[in-house]
Structures are given as structure tokens and as C-alpha cells.
């Protein structure tokens, strides 16, 4: 039996996914203040490809890429992209999210990687348009999505890998109280080389009160 997997458990285990059209709570929009989360959908294509584009230099050193063994196999267009990323939400092994800021694209947020079993976990990761950066967006579109994977999709654990010198991810999942757990040695292919990064990760245990609530606190707007 490998990692992940468990005997059959009692139908009323809150760790299995339930059989829902909407892909396990991929359909569903989020918003806090003028923060909002919504599915990525195929009419996000041009914007999704401006936004990238343009922040491109901003971007790359914190890009995924394909090993060389592998580059043969190509990469794949927007619209297959997105199609690929609708595939594995409706099959309950991702959440893709929009980010918007006042009703504008400005970002993506993606729960990846969504393992059930005695695992109930997934990865987070994102990326943001640098015109929004340092207004609290990614913070607490995080907090947004980290209470839905507890409360709704019923994940135990979430976790986010970075790179070590990629501060100012770091400084959004430091904010939010992530606890880190360690380096990760060459963990990802990241802009045309193996990199380290430093996982940090939280479970529900450890937000029982919610981590959007917790970040009003941080931030002062909750007394």
C-alpha cells in the first residue's frame, strides 16, 4: 500500500470526497473587501495571457519549467491549459482560482495536487500582477482559499513550497502564520534549473478559528 492510500472507511468520513458536479467546491466565488476569488474560466484567456506577459520579466525567475528531458514533450497552449486545469477540478484534484482586485484580473491562486486517502491534502501556489503587489492582496485571497480547502472541500493540510530567495512569497505565508518545515533539496524545476524551496504548510488543527479571521486580527481591522 503506498503513501496515500487507506482501507475503506465508514461512508460518513469527512476526509472522502463526495461526488459533486461542482468539482469538490471548485464553483463557487470568494471575496473579501476588494479581494475576490473566482473559477478560471475559458473566457480568461486573453486576460490571463496580457497579465502574464506583461509582468513576464517580473515572473521568471520563479517560473516552472520542463526538465530537458522532458522539453520534447512541449508546453502547452492557453487554451489547453486551461483545459487541462478545468479537467482536474472537475475530477477533484484542483481548485484553479482567479484573483481579482476591484472586479479586475490581476492573478492567479491554485490549489494543486489534492491527494484524499488518508492524505486529505494539497499545494498552493500563485502569482500576482506586480501594478497590485504589496496591498495585502495575496495574503488574503490565501486566507480565502486555505478556509474553503478546511471548511468546504474538507482538506486536512495545506502546504506551499518556495524558493529560498523568493521574499516576498515567503513574506506571504510568514504573515499568515505557515509554519515552515524544512528545505526541500532541488524539489522543482524552476526557470531552467532544479531549485530548493522551503515548505511550509498548516492544517486545520492549527486555524480552528479561520485564517481569514486571523489575518483581520494581524491586519487590525478586527478588534
Known sequence: MSPGESMP??????????????????????????????????????????VRQRNWDWLRPW??????????????SIPQLLRSFRREATQGRMLPFVITYRDTFVGQLTVSGITWGS???????????????????????VALVVDHCFSTVHLHRVEVN????????????????FREEGLRRRYLHINGIWRDHVAYSLTVEEVAEGLLKRWRCRQGTLP
Open 9 to 50: 472507511r465508514p461512508r460518513d468520513n469527512p476526509c472522502r470526497p463526495q461526488p459533486s458536479p461542482a468539482g469538490h467546491g471548485w464553483h463557487i466565488a470568494l471575496a473579501e473587501g476588494p479581494v475576490g476569488l473566482r473559477p478560471l474560466r475559458r473566457r480568461d484567456a486573453q486576460a490571463w495571457q496580457e
Open 63 to 76: 517560473e516552472a519549467t520542463q526538465p530537458p528531458d522532458i522539453a520534447h514533450l512541449g508546453q502547452l
Open 119 to 141: 492524505s486529505c491534502s494539497g499545494q498552493l501556489g500563485y502569482w500576482l500582477d506586480e501594478k497590485v503587489a504589496g496591498r495585502g492582496i495575496m495574503p488574503t485571497a
Open 162 to 177: 518556495i524558493c529560498p530567495d523568493n521574499m516576498a512569497s515567503r513574506r506571504v505565508v510568514e504573515k499568515l502564520g
